[in-house]
């Protein structure tokens, strides 16, 4: 069973908006981290968000958390035909290594 | 440094027989994840490896297995192939940090 979930589950904007994907867990976390994959590969890490952290930036990236909600957004600021991608979020629990991955949002981003 | 290596990028296979997927982790790595990914049920875990140990396990039948060589090399091995197990596999390699290597795939289809 998934333990975070993404919403929405498909995304479509032209390029320089700005994308923000949602991820909603159940249960208490270490980490929550997001990755992208391109069509058919293999899933890239894109940010790490612990949990006594509540923002976080990576270039374009902007992460938040809410552990009060069991909640984190992904937001993408100016986006490209190139960050046209699935969008996971994965989260790690107690002593746990393994990462637990959502369904994704699909984004495409429209030149 | 390369990344993570996966053998070979495509497969079909037919139901019955079985098939064994191959992962090289980024030198230095010593836990190797397997994951499944298919469109209905999304990224499912495995198994993990360390040191040659199986770690964690998934909730998958029997006829996924797993094994890691001295030299960090993971093979994962599905015999008695079913329909539903046409998927792309993907192997992951960590330094026991939170962040995940992750491989290209294998991309196996049973017909």
């Known amino acids: 069973s998934q333990q975070g979930e993404e919403d929405p589950q498909a995304l479509s904007i032209q390029e320089g908006e700005n994308a923000t994907m949602n991820c909603s867990y159940k249960?208490?976390?270490?980490?929550l981290q997001w990755y992208r994959q391109n069509s058919g590969r293999g899933l890239v890490h894109l940010i790490l968000?612990?949990?006594?952290?509540r923002e976080k930036h990576s270039g374009r990236l902007r992460v938040t958390l809410d552990t009060s909600k069991k909640s984190s957004s992904l937001l993408i600021t100016a986006s490209r035909a190139a960050d046209t991608a699935s969008y996971f979020c994965?989260?790690?629990?107690?002593?746990?290594?393994?990462?637990?991955f959502g369904r994704g949002t699909s984004l495409i981003v429209h030149p | 440094k390369a990344g993570v290596t996966q053998t070979p990028r495509y497969l079909i296979k037919t139901r019955g027989q079985q098939v064994t997927l191959s992962c090289s982790p980024i030198?230095?790595?010593?836990?190797v994840s397997w994951y499944q990914q298919t469109p209905g049920q999304g990224l499912q875990f495995l198994f993990e490896y360390f040191s040659e140990t199986q770690r964690n396990k998934g909730n998958f039948p029997g006829r996924f297995s797993g094994r890691q060589f001295s030299n960090s090399r993971s093979e994962m091995n599905v015999s008695t192939l079913e329909l539903g197990d046409s998927a792309l596999y993907l192997c992951?390699?960590?330094?026991?940090?939170?962040?995940?290597?992750f491989g290209q795939g294998t991309r196996l289809t049973v017909v």
């Open positions: 992951a390699s960590s330094l026991e940090g939170p962040e995940a290597f």
């Open positions: 968000i612990r949990s006594n952290e």
């Open positions: 249960t208490s976390i270490n980490n």
């Open positions: 030198s230095g790595h010593r836990s």
């Open positions: 994965a989260t790690r629990t107690g002593g746990s290594y393994i990462p637990t």
